[in-house]
C-alpha cells in the first residue's frame, strides 16, 4: 500500500524567513496530494493541494511542488508569521482508493 | 452546516472499559472517515465509508475495534475492551467526493485516555 514519508519532524525558521517541507510517496498511481495544518488542540484542515497532472500550485505565501517522476511533493511558506506555527501534514491518495495516507507531520515554530 | 460533530471531546476511562467515540458526518458528505492521532504514528487511517458501507478497515489494530455506520448521519466506533496503548485523539472526517478528489473535512477530535 502507500506510504508516505515527511521530513523534517520539526522545523524552527525566523519570522520573515521562508519554509520547506518534503515528502515522498511509494505508490506511483497516486495522484492527489494535499497539505492539511493542525494548531495546536485543533483540527487538521486543508491548506493546499496538488493533483497529479500539474507541477506546481500556489496560494499566497504557500506553494506546493509536485515531481512524479522522483514520487515527491514539497511545501513552500514564504515571509512566515507567527500565526503559521502549527503541525504540518502532506498526504497522498492511491489510485482507485478514496482515502488519504498522511506523512508523519512536521512541527513549524516561527521565532519572533 | 455546524461541521462534523463527534462526541465524546474527552474521555477518561481505565483498562477493560468499552468505550464508544460517536460521529456526525456533514450533511450530503458520501464519505467518513476515522483516523487516530498519536505522537508517534501520525495520522492513521483506521476505516472509511461510502454511502454507509465500510470499504477499507484494513487500519483497523485488532478484532478490540468496530466501527459501525447505521445511516448517513451518524457513525460509532467501539473499543472493546480498551487498553492503555488505545490513548489517543480519534477525528473523525467526511468528505463529499472521498479523499483522492477532493477536502476532508474532520470534526474537533475525541481525546481518549485509557489508564
Known amino acids: 500500500g502507500e506510504n508516505v514519508e515527511q521530513h523534517p519532524s520539526t522545523l524552527s525558521v525566523q519570522e520573515g524567513d521562508s519554509a520547506v517541507i518534503k515528502c515522498t510517496y511509494s505508490d506511483s498511481a497516486s495522484n492527489y496530494f494535499p497539505w492539511y495544518k493542525q494548531e495546536l488542540g485543533k483540527r487538521p484542515q486543508l491548506i493546499i493541494d496538488?493533483?497529479?497532472?500539474?507541477g506546481e500550485k500556489k496560494d499566497q505565501r504557500i506553494a506546493v511542488t509536485l515531481n512524479k517522476t522522483a514520487k515527491h511533493f514539497s511545501l513552500h511558506i514564504t515571509e512566515t508569521q507567527p500565526e503559521d506555527s502549527a503541525v504540518y501534514f502532506c498526504a497522498a491518495s492511491p489510485q482507485g482508493a478514496q482515502k488519504l495516507v498522511f506523512g508523519q507531520g512536521t512541527r513549524l515554530t516561527i521565532n519572533p | 452546516d455546524a461541521g462534523v460533530i463527534q462526541s465524546p471531546r474527552h474521555e477518561v476511562t481505565e483498562m477493560g472499559q468499552e468505550v464508544t467515540l460517536r460521529c456526525k458526518p456533514i450533511?450530503?458528505?458520501?464519505?467518513l472517515f476515522w483516523y487516530r492521532q498519536t505522537m508517534m504514528r501520525g495520522l492513521e487511517l483506521l476505516i472509511y465509508f461510502n454511502n454507509n458501507v465500510p470499504i477499507d478497515d484494513s487500519g483497523m489494530p485488532e478484532d478490540r475495534f468496530s466501527a459501525k455506520m447505521p445511516n448517513a448521519s451518524f457513525s460509532t466506533l467501539k473499543i472493546q475492551p480498551s487498553e492503555p496503548r488505545d490513548s489517543a485523539v480519534y477525528f473523525c472526517?467526511?468528505?463529499?467526493?472521498?479523499?483522492?478528489?477532493?477536502?476532508?473535512?474532520f470534526g474537533e477530535g475525541s481525546r481518549l485516555t485509557v489508564l
Open positions: 472526517a467526511s468528505s463529499q467526493a472521498g479523499g483522492y478528489a477532493g477536502e476532508l473535512f
Open positions: 496538488i493533483r497529479s497532472n500539474v
Open positions: 450533511s450530503g458528505h458520501d464519505y
